[in-house]
């Protein structure tokens, strides 16, 4: 098992991993809205979402890998009217064959001020 790290994404404030690889296989932890700077990105969904697949994409280069090797990603929106949106911004960055994916609309998420988190398995 190898941690993977990148300082082109802002730390966590938990105590998590941003990646993990092990047996081939990359697990992401759930990547938020938040700017290099340590801020969370403020905006529409679209710019959060931006953010938040910025943020997978460094990981994922990182470890070598890329969106082309994510074989699942799940996504948690606070909103399910943000569905539409967020899936314009999901297909900037995803392309067919699309990964197998769960979207949840929850009442929340860890701080209250996140809109979308998203984690990603991905093929290394």
Do not use: C, W
């Not at 910025?54 to 074989?71: C, M, Q, T, W, Y």
């Amino acid at each position: 098992m190898e941690q993977i790290h990148t300082d082109a994404v802002a730390p966590s404030t938990a105590p998590l991993s941003q990646a993990i690889e092990t047996n081939d296989l990359l697990f992401v932890s759930g990547q938020v809205h938040r700017a290099l700077e340590g801020e969370l990105l403020q905006g529409d969904i679209e710019t959060q979402s931006r953010q938040v697949l910025e943020n997978v994409a460094a990981i994922l280069e990182e470890a070598g890998a890329s969106f082309d090797d994510v074989v699942k990603a799940t996504v948690f929106l606070t909103d399910a009217d943000d569905f539409e949106a967020f899936n314009r911004v999901y297909e900037e960055y995803i392309t067919e064959p699309y990964p197998a994916r769960s979207l949840f609309a929850v009442e929340a998420l860890a701080l209250e001020e996140l809109d979308v988190e998203m984690e990603v398995i991905a093929e290394v």
